[in-house]
Every structure is written in structure tokens, then in C-alpha cells.
């Protein structure tokens, strides 16, 4: 089961097994619900996904970063380092020349086609975010450059 959060996901568990329950009770039968977790639902931060637009687009232009308009339920171990870490789950666009990205055949289309010319621009953005929080990072804790002796 996917959900898009961690209290819907609560809710469906207890509304299955009840759903289930009753569905094979009017057939005389017993149903039994187990729920095996896997990965949490994926939650990023809109303040951090905010920074990576606007290093995506310091990098690569305004038009280069787009917000998804509604939720994906794929299945991401990324969500993991969400729970603990705030982030942003950011995908690169690999769309092939020619084709509009909002009518494009999904990733996992036998249609989907891909272009490798995004490879070094997709290298240089994650580059670019690293060095950025690096710099925030830094500019929060200053670390003192006076090296003479105690």
C-alpha cells in the first residue's frame, strides 16, 4: 500500500483489516490482514526544497526547476534519510529532444525514452547543492582561521 502520509497510512491499516474482515464474513469466510512495512512515505521539506530550487535555477536558469503538482506513490529508500534528515527528494529531468516532459511516457513505460545529454548537467547540480548547504553550513559556524599557539 501507498499513501502520501504517515497518518493516512495508520488509518488505511485499521480500514483494511476491517474492510477484509467483513467482506469475508458475508461470505462465511475468515480473512486475516498482516501489514508488512516497507518504505515510509517519502516527505520533503518545503524549505529545503525551496534551496534546491534555487540552486537548480542559479545553475541552470528559472525555467530549469519544477515543482511536481501532485504527489508521486513510488516506493523510495530516499524516505529513510527524510524520517531523520529534513531534504528534498529531486529528480532529473532526462526527457529526449523533442518531447514535452508533461506528456511524456512515465519512466517505466515501455514508450519512455531517455536522454544521457542531461548526465553532466544532473552531476553539476548535485555538485552545485553540495557546495551550496556547504557554504550555509559554514556561514552558521564560523570556524576560526587565528592559528597561533594556545
Not at 529528480?91 to 517505466?108: C, V
Amino acid at each position: 500500500m501507498r499513501t502520501w502520509s504517515p497518518e493516512v497510512r495508520t488509518r488505511f491499516r485499521e480500514h483494511a483489516a476491517t474492510l477484509a474482515s467483513s467482506i469475508a464474513a458475508a461470505h462465511g469466510l475468515h480473512a486475516e490482514v498482516r501489514h508488512i512495512d516497507g518504505y515510509p512515505v517519502t516527505v520533503t521539506d518545503p524549505d529545503e526544497t525551496d534551496f534546491a530550487a534555487g540552486v537548480v535555477q542559479g545553475l541552470l536558469g528559472d525555467d530549469a526547476f519544477a515543482h511536481l503538482l501532485d504527489p508521486l506513490t513510488g516506493s523510495e529508500d530516499f524516505s529513510r534519510v527524510l524520517e531523520r534528515v529534513p531534504g528534498s527528494f529531486v529528480g532529473l529531468g532526462a526527457t529526449g529532444a523533442g518531447r514535452d516532459p508533461a506528456t511524456a511516457p512515465f519512466n517505466h513505460s515501455a514508450h519512455a525514452t531517455f536522454s544521457d545529454d542531461v548526465l553532466p548537467l544532473g552531476a553539476a547540480v548535485y555538485a552545485r547543492l553540495a557546495l551550496s548547504r556547504l557554504d550555509v553550513l559554514a556561514r552558521r559556524s564560523p570556524v576560526s582561521t587565528d592559528r597561533s599557539p594556545s
